[in-house]
């Protein structure tokens, strides 16, 4: 097994060689996820995303379309550079900015800052227990009080969950990629110290996955 450095530098790799592959990896149309996120943001009022592990984009240029401003990040600059390429092509280039960052690392943001954070996909990857809780400290302290965020991520419903090779520490390999599946208590732990707002079970795609769809709220003060 390799370890938490390893692993994370080879995902990195891997991610970076499958978006030099194909400039629409993940599809060109947005997912469902940012489809529902984008009414319940606008609903709230909010007009200003943080995007964690965007990928080439196709949620974040769905959320700019829909009158959002985005800030998109991920650790794959192939992916940033198609996403920067699409939202100019777009003209939503005013609306979208796109930037490196590993979401192990502290959240660039001041505390406090940021109205909604979305990431679909990204904390179902190659990430330690305790990376998964320090990430989700930083969302909390980026966000506003009452600030947003929206994630979803493989569930343990999932019907490659327990078929797939486990390769250490609850991460199981698919092709060439590292996922965790998500259980309700571990969706439960990583909404301590927030008001959750909602677990939803979704499915989506061919095959299909088995998702969960997290709303929580960073609890404003009393
Ligand atoms: C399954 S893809 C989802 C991409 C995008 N959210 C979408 O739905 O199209 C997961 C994304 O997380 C990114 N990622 C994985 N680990 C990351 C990390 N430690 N820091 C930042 N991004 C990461 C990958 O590069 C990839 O773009």
């Known amino acids: 097994m390799k370890t938490g450095q390893e692993l994370a530098r080879a995902q990195q790799d891997r991610w970076q060689r499958a978006y030099l592959a194909d400039p629409t990896l993940h599809g060109a149309e947005p997912s469902a996820a940012a489809r529902w996120t984008a009414k319940l943001f606008g609903a709230a009022g909010i007009d200003d995303v943080l995007e964690l592990g965007a990928g080439q ?31 100019q092509r777009e003209g939503l ?84 990629f590292a996922a965790r599946f998500f259980d309700q208590a571990l969706v439960h732990e990583l909404a301590e110290r927030w008001e959750l707002g909602g677990a939803d079970a979704y499915q989506e795609g061919p095959e299909p996955r088995r998702l969960w769809r997290v709303t929580q709220a960073k609890p404003a003060p009393k």
């Open 93 to 176: 280039d005013d609306r979208v900015t796109a930037a490196l960052h590993d979401v192990r690392d502290p959240l660039p943001p001041a505390d406090a800052t940021v109205g909604a954070v979305y990431a679909n996909l990204l904390l179902n990857m190659a990430f330690t227990h305790a990376e998964l809780r320090s990430l989700v400290n930083e969302i909390r302290r980026v966000l506003r009080p009452g600030g947003l965020f929206v994630y979803t991520v493989w569930s343990t419903d999932d019907l490659c969950y327990g078929k797939c090779p486990e390769i250490g520490d609850g991460l199981f390999a698919k092709g060439g």
């Open 57 to 87: 984009g196709r949620d974040a240029l769905y959320l700019a379309r829909q009158g959002f401003s985005v800030h998109a990040t991920d650790f794959s600059e192939a992916a940033l550079d198609q996403l920067r390429l699409d939202a």
